[in-house]
């Protein structure tokens, strides 16, 4: 049983992808890892063909178990994937970030960009405790969606045909975000286990 969709796996830096090499891709996973994405729009029914972008950008710089440099760090990739979405202009996005990366500005400088973009972005912080691990591992869960999407959801649901559809994408989203936080803060990692508070 294949658990995540079929693509094509770049090994690149992202610092080094073009917006014209995404063109003919209907999902994009940055920073997708084991492709905990891919299997938690699955599990929430977003079907492979449905057109999503989803970034787990890196947490080194921002990580309790680093030297929390925050924006200072090379690692610190937000910039190059927010160029790629001004360019790209995906209609949804779903990521994660650490929590502790909040107070180093990262989720401001993500909302003022993508709502400066058109987007209308939420957030939310769960724990691996929340569904049922023995360690904490906060984790920053967003999810942006064009304004042009949204609008045009608005006007659908004025008609009563479509009154389903707009309630079921809701549920969806929320699906998505609650399927990747069991997933991805649920996983144990040296990092998350061996930090002395």
Same mark, same amino acid.
């Given at each position: ?9 770049? =090994? ?55 030297? !929390? ?41 993500? !909302? ?36 042009? =999407?949204?609008?045009?959801?608005? =006007? ?42």
């Amino acid at each position: 049983m294949k658990l995540i969709a079929d693509g094509e796996v770049d =090994e690149r830096s992202i610092i080094d992808v073009q917006a014209n090499e995404l063109r003919g891709f209907t999902q994009h996973h940055f920073f997708a890892g084991i492709g905990g994405w891919s299997y938690a729009l699955r599990l929430a029914g977003w079907s492979d063909s449905r057109s999503v972008c989803t970034a787990s950008l890196p947490c080194q710089p921002f990580s309790a178990a680093g030297k !929390q440099i925050g924006k200072d760090d090379e690692r610190h990739l937000l910039p190059h994937f927010l160029e790629l979405v001004k360019q790209c202009k995906p209609n949804r996005i779903f990521g994660e970030q650490v929590e502790g990366a909040i107070r180093h500005g990262w989720l401001d400088d993500l !909302q003022t960009t993508m709502e400066a973009e058109g987007y209308a972005v939420g957030h939310c912080v769960l724990g691996a405790h929340s569904v049922g691990s023995f360690h904490q591992r906060q984790r920053l869960y967003w999810v942006a969606q064009s304004n042009i =999407e949204r609008l045009e959801g608005s =006007e659908k649901k004025f008609d009563r045909g479509n009154d389903k559809q707009v309630a079921n994408d809701r549920t969806t989203f929320g699906m998505c975000l609650n399927q990747a936080a069991s997933l991805m803060t649920g996983w144990p990692t040296p990092a998350a286990m061996d930090v002395k508070g």
